[in-house]
């Protein structure tokens, strides 16, 4: 398992929302890029990047900020946020983008997601980000009469890189993830699983691994990291030291 940290962008500043609400912003920070690159110096081993302005307005909105957070890494990037087309999707893809999350899209439009496996294989995650086990799209602004594990099914064969399970009530709220959630997802599917949502502290990171689901990747860690109640390289510590255990 990897360990995620996020940076969002909203109004090409770094910021963290309360359960995606975008009236609920605190700023940490007037430059994604460098907070990018702060990560990636302790560590990181890929970032989870998300245009909140493309997600909300269903358009990407920070596409220079976007470009100048990738040319400044070495390590990979995977992209969320108002990627509604093949078009968007090869523009990320192109300035180095090396994972693109489609959500909204992939399931209002059909055969979208299908399609963009083909044509970009091995770069697309799904990003199901549920309220209550129902899906939510747009923003996290409509949620769908559908259960997350019931839209996984017909997902399964078409080439998913991996994904990320983000449970809304827990985002950003430093409660802990939705384990039982992760859980049940992880027995509908044998698609690689991305916690997100609630990963506030080094217990969390201890009870994902202890749930010992050869299908989960990683966890994204964001709000944990800004408010300092994780510390990044006592948990990359954490995880490393598991994985030489499994090797072992």
Known sequence: MILIPAVDIKNGKCVRLIQGQKEKETVYSDSPSLMAKKWEE????????????????????????????????????????????LKTIEEYITIGVKRVILGTAAFEIKGFLKEAC???????????????GYVAVKGW????????????????????RAIIYTDIKRDGMMSGPNLEAVKELAEY???????????????NIEDILAMKEKTIEGAIIGK???????????ALELVKGERENHAG
């Not at 083909?118 to 990003?127: S, V, W």
């Not at 769908?144 to 017909?154: P, Q, Y």
Request: hydrophobic share 40%.
């Open 118 to 132: 083909q044509q970009f294989p091995g770069c697309i995650i799904l990003g199901l980000d549920a309220r209550d």
């Open 141 to 160: 602004t409509e949620v769908m009469e559908k259960k997350a594990k019931d839209l996984v099914n017909g997902f399964q064969d078409i080439g998913i």
């Open 189 to 203: 599917t044998s698609i690689p699983l991305i916690v997100s949502g609630g990963v506030s502290s080094l217990k």
């Open 42 to 85: 302790m560590g990181a081993e890929l970032l989870h990047l998300v245009d909140l302005d493309g997600a909300f307005e269903g358009e990407p909105k920070n596409f220079n900020v976007i470009k100048e957070v990738v040319s400044s890494l070495t390590i990979p990037v995977e992209l969320g946020g108002g990627i509604r087309s």
């Open 224 to 234: 944990a990291l800004y408010e300092n109640s994780i510390d990044f390289i006592e």
